[in-house]
Structure formats: structure tokens, C-alpha cells
């Protein structure tokens, strides 16, 4: 089962800013990621970027956004 957690994003030189992992995860020498608002991480780094990417573009970003919305209604009828 995943975790969840809030992260501060720590600033790190002049533009960049870092997301520490939790201890808790297996991490690799490098991490892989796709991002756009949502980001999908794998922090052994045995996934490529690519993979990452597609499928945040196909699977992720076309249904969580309809479910955040429809969510965000129900709570409003709360």
C-alpha cells in the first residue's frame, strides 16, 4: 500500500526547488519522473521518463481531473 504525505518544496540553488522523499521509500541513485501539475515519481529510477510520461498523458491526467471536479461538488453540496 502507498503512503501520503505533505512536503515542503525547499528552495535549492538559484531557480530549482526540492522535493525531499520520505525514508520510508526505496530509492535508487536517481530518480525518474513526468510531470506537468501532477507528477509521477519513481525514485529507484528503473522506469523510464518516457514511460513515466505516457502514462501520465494517457491514464492519469484525462481521469483525475473529472474526478477532482465532481468531488470538489460534492463537497460544496456538504
Known amino acids: 500500500m502507498g503512503i501520503k504525505d505533505t512536503r515542503s518544496n525547499l528552495k535549492w540553488g538559484r531557480y530549482s526547488r526540492v522535493l525531499v522523499l520520505p525514508a520510508i521509500i526505496e530509492k535508487g541513485p536517481t530518480s525518474t519522473l513526468?510531470?506537468?501539475?501532477?507528477?509521477?515519481?519513481?525514485?529507484?529510477?528503473?522506469?523510464s521518463e518516457e514511460d513515466l510520461l505516457e502514462f501520465l498523458?494517457?491514464?492519469?491526467?484525462?481521469?483525475?481531473?473529472?474526478?477532482?471536479k465532481k468531488k470538489q461538488k460534492e463537497k460544496e453540496k456538504q
Open 34 to 47: 513526468a510531470a506537468n501539475r501532477i507528477m509521477i515519481v519513481d525514485p529507484r529510477g528503473e522506469i
Open 57 to 68: 498523458e494517457q491514464y492519469v491526467e484525462p481521469k483525475f481531473w473529472p474526478w477532482l
